[in-house]
Each structure stands twice: as structure tokens, then as C-alpha cells.
């Protein structure tokens, strides 16, 4: 054997001796696994007889408590249609719309308001406030002062009520004789107009907000009495 083989060899085995000690007394102290003896033997102790004992790791993560997730439980349905509401009454107000107050009341001058909007849209009469109005109020292109003929088409249970209790209102000032209905008929139409023009209101022909403020403050208990009957 050549000398630079001898040579070779030492180092090589003092290399693997070195990893070797290192190994043994730096990376794996003594009293590691008698530690981890211990803590097995704890762990089945405390397990009871006959239970294998868990890994220590494993045993801590077991009793850690699960993680918040930051899930936002679903509000009653009740909030929902209060924020819904109080969202479209601002959106109305942004366009012009009398609504009221932006409270997340569906009262009769925010359904009025809500009819308006859906009659110059062009969108069938409902009175209520929805998603899908919500949506065609701020995604929507329509324009406010244009007629689209959607008051013509039948109106839903909720804006009839509103029409009924216009409908009343008008018969107690006089304006209509028939006996409230809740048809958006040509009758109503004409006292809705020889109102706003008595008022100075902006001639429409229409139910509107400011229709139903003007007639709260001069025919409140009408008003009142008409949507107490529709509601029962």
C-alpha cells in the first residue's frame, strides 16, 4: 500500500469517526432519551393499565384547542332584510327618491319610493325591498326620469297595499270617490296628478315617496287605518 494511500484512508476514517462522536454527543444528548423514556412512562401512567402510551408530541397537539377559523355566523333573518332595506333607501336617496328616513324601515314612503323607481325603470311594481333591486340600483342603467311602463304591469301584494292606502288617503281628501281597490287604475292615476298639481309636486302620475309624505301629513289616519286592514 502507497504512502498516499495510507494517507487516504486515515482521513477518511477520522472523517466518519468525527460525524460519528459529533452525532452521538452533540446532536443526541445523554439525557434526551432517558427524557423521552420518562415522559412515555408519565404518558401511560396517566393513560391508565392496558393503554399504550401516546408520543409526547402527539399528546400536546391532541389537547390543543381547534383554531378560530374567523367563520362570521349568519345573521337572524330579520337583520338581513334591515340591512337590505337600509341599503336600498340610501341607494333611492343617492338617485333622487324620496325614501324617508334611512332607518331599515320598509315604511309606506320608502315602498312608495321603491314604486317610483320601479315604475320610471321600467320594472315591475312590488313595493318590496329585495336583492334583485338592490342590484339593478347599483348595477342598473336605467333612467330615473325616463317611463318605461312598468307601473302599467299587475302590482305584487306589497304594493297594492301601498296603492290601497293612496287609494284611501285620496277618498278622505276628496279626490276619488271608488272604493279603494289596490289597482293602479286610471282613476287613481288622475287623482294622483290634480294632487301633485294642487301640491306643487312635479307631475308623475305615479306612487312615489314624496306622494306618501305629502299625503302622511294631511291624511296620516287614512293612511294608517288603509295599511292595518291590508295587513290583516
Do not use: W
Amino acid at each position: 500500500m502507497t504512502p498516499l494511500t495510507v494517507r487516504f484512508s486515515f482521513l477518511l476514517f477520522a472523517v466518519l469517526t468525527g460525524a460519528m462522536l459529533t452525532n452521538l454527543f452533540v446532536l443526541q444528548p445523554p439525557g434526551r432519551m432517558a427524557g423521552l423514556e420518562q415522559s412515555r412512562a408519565r404518558t401511560q401512567q396517566q393513560s391508565g393499565p392496558g393503554v399504550a402510551a401516546a408520543d409526547p408530541a402527539l399528546t400536546r397537539s391532541a389537547i390543543v384547542p381547534p383554531i378560530e377559523t374567523g367563520a362570521v355566523k349568519p345573521l337572524p333573518e330579520a337583520a338581513d332584510k334591515t340591512d337590505l332595506t337600509r341599503a336600498i333607501q340610501r341607494e333611492l336617496k343617492e338617485k333622487g327618491y324620496e325614501a324617508g328616513a334611512v332607518d331599515g324601515v320598509a315604511g309606506l314612503v320608502t315602498r312608495g319610493a321603491i314604486m317610483a323607481y320601479e315604475a320610471d325603470a321600467g320594472l315591475p311594481l312590488t313595493g318590496e325591498p329585495r336583492p334583485a333591486l338592490l342590484q339593478h340600483l347599483v348595477l342598473g342603467s336605467a333612467d330615473a326620469g325616463a317611463s318605461g311602463g312598468g307601473d302599467k304591469q299587475a302590482p305584487g301584494p306589497e304594493a297594492e297595499q301601498v296603492i290601497r292606502a293612496v287609494q284611501s288617503a285620496f277618498r278622505q281628501l276628496g279626490y276619488l270617490t271608488t272604493l279603494p281597490d289596490g289597482r293602479l287604475n286610471d282613476a287613481t292615476r288622475r287623482a294622483i296628478r290634480k294632487f301633485e298639481l294642487d301640491r306643487k309636486l312635479k307631475d308623475t302620475g305615479r306612487i312615489s315617496g314624496e306622494l306618501l309624505a305629502k299625503l302622511a301629513s294631511l291624511a296620516g289616519d287614512a293612511l294608517r287605518a288603509a295599511e292595518r286592514t291590508a295587513q290583516h
